[in-house]
T-cell receptor, first 116, second 117 residues
Framework: DTAVSQTPKYLVTQMGNDKSIKCEQNLGHDTMYWYKQDSKKFLKIMFS???????INETVPNRFSPKSPDKAHLNLHINSLELGDSAVYFCASSQGFLLKRVVELFFGEGSRLTVL | AQKITQTQPGMFVQEKEAVTLDCTYDTSDPSYGLFWYKQPSSGEMIFLIYQGSYDQQNATEGRYSLNFQKARKSANLVISASQLGDSAMYFCAMRGKSGGGADGLTFGKGTHLIIQP
């Protein structure tokens, strides 16, 4: 059973289209994230979300919006796709903090978006 | 703000040799965690090892160990007896406790490690 799963794994689309990437976690975690990995492999956080709070990285265009139907899902919707949106998008989840330990994030396999 | 610096964009190492991947960090958070992730060519992000800022001992996980020097703000990853399957991108990351979990991980730019036979 995959702990954090994303669909689709590959997505090729035209500029101007709207697309969504779905993410589900079965770990019972309370916080989910979206990361963008650019062509130089740099990973940058886009959003974090738990059932109380959505935190948006201020550099993320408002064409990107997270949607969470429930605690186990955090989907990423992108409007009016641009060439520069081509990247690998990773969903991740974690369970806050365990006593003294700062816990790791568990990542999905990534969704490679190509905008033509 | 948190910052992670990985100064080695790429490394070539002979199989069976030990490898040290450098990582320095900067944070104002008094409590934080440091992480290393491996990303093979298949693309998934694999968690390797964790070091807490208040941990007295350096973390170890099998062939991976973390050389944590708090005063120098460094958290280098050491891979002993490297194998061909260790060829991958390696990312150092950190997470502060003050963010309450919502701040996720801040990543370095990564080191591309290639193990040569």
């Amino acid at each position: 059973d995959t702990a954090v799963s994303q669909t689709p794994k590959y997505l090729v689309t035209q500029m101007g289209n709207d697309k969504s990437i779905k993410c589900e976690q079965n770990l019972g975690h309370d916080t989910m994230y979206w990361y963008k990995q650019d062509s130089k492999k740099f990973l940058k956080i886009m959003f974090s979300y738990n059932n109380k709070e959505l935190i948006i990285n201020e550099t993320v265009p408002n064409r990107f919006s997270p949607k969470s139907p429930d605690k186990a899902h955090l989907n990423l919707h992108i409007n009016s796709l641009e060439l520069g949106d081509s990247a690998v998008y990773f969903c991740a989840s974690s369970q806050g903090f365990l006593l003294k330990r700062v816990v790791e994030l568990f990542f999905g396999e990534g969704s490679r978006l190509t905008v033509l | 703000a948190q910052k992670i610096t990985q100064t080695q964009p790429g490394m070539f190492v002979q199989e069976k040799e030990a490898v040290t991947l450098d990582c320095t960090y900067d944070t104002s958070d008094p409590s934080y965690g440091l992480f290393w992730y491996k990303q093979p060519s298949s693309g998934e992000m694999i968690f390797l090892i964790y070091q807490g800022s208040y941990d007295q001992q350096n973390a170890t996980e099998g062939r991976y160990s973390l050389n944590f020097q708090k005063a120098r703000k460094s958290a280098n990853l050491v891979i002993s007896a490297s194998q061909l399957g260790d060829s991958a991108m390696y990312f150092c990351a950190m997470r502060g406790k003050s963010g309450g979990g919502a701040d996720g991980l801040t990543f370095g730019k990564g080191t591309h490690l290639i193990i040569q036979p």
